[in-house]
């Protein structure tokens, strides 16, 4: 018997500007798509904004269920598990790890998320979307079979990840300040 774990995939849609125009031009419940291999907690990992208070810079990032990443917006959020191999959690933790100390090396694909939107993937050395990152992980450690080039997977596209179950779902609404 194969032994398992769980990875969570974290999907939400912010009321960034990015993630409006991204909603407006798509119609997609979820615009932004994050990995994590330590349960709701957290941390997740993805690609965007390095200041909440500006879309660039932007790259590798930590994020957390609470919000704190969400700039201070309504946004709907939904946590999912994925069980993948031990093998294959521990290619992806071992990629994040990696990927983590040495983040200041990589950068947000601006031009693969707009050819995303028109079905052309562009992949670019250590330039990532966010669910072109996740879709990567997922994809180089056997966890997952996307249907799909890397590139071309919207954060939406998860949805319908074969073995992805909803666990948690709401509106995270910021406190007042």
């Not at 562009?122 to 992980?137: G, P």
Request: glycine share 8%.
């Amino acid at each position: 018997m194969t032994q398992t774990k769980t990875v969570y995939i974290l999907l939400t849609r912010s009321g960034t500007w990015f993630s409006r125009l991204i909603h407006l031009a798509t119609d997609d419940c979820y615009t932004h798509a994050s990995i994590g291999l330590d349960g709701p907690a957290g941390p997740f990992y993805s690609f965007g904004r390095l200041d909440p208070r500006f879309a660039l810079p932007a790259g590798l990032v930590q994020e957390r269920l609470d919000g704190s990443p969400m700039g201070g917006r309504e946004t709907p959020w939904c946590l999912c598990e994925l069980e993948v191999s031990s093998q294959a959690y521990n290619h992806l933790k071992q990629q994040l790890s990696s990927m983590y100390a040495r983040w200041e090396q990589y950068h947000y694909n601006l031009l693969g998320a707009l050819s995303c939107y028109f079905h052309q993937p562009l992949r670019r050395e250590h330039h990532y979307f966010c669910s072109q990152f996740v879709a990567s992980l997922l994809e180089e450690s056997g966890a997952a079979e996307l249907g799909k080039c890397p590139d071309l997977v919207r954060p939406v596209d998860f949805c319908s990840l074969r073995g992805l179950r909803s666990v948690r779902q709401g509106v995270f609404v910021p406190s007042p300040a």
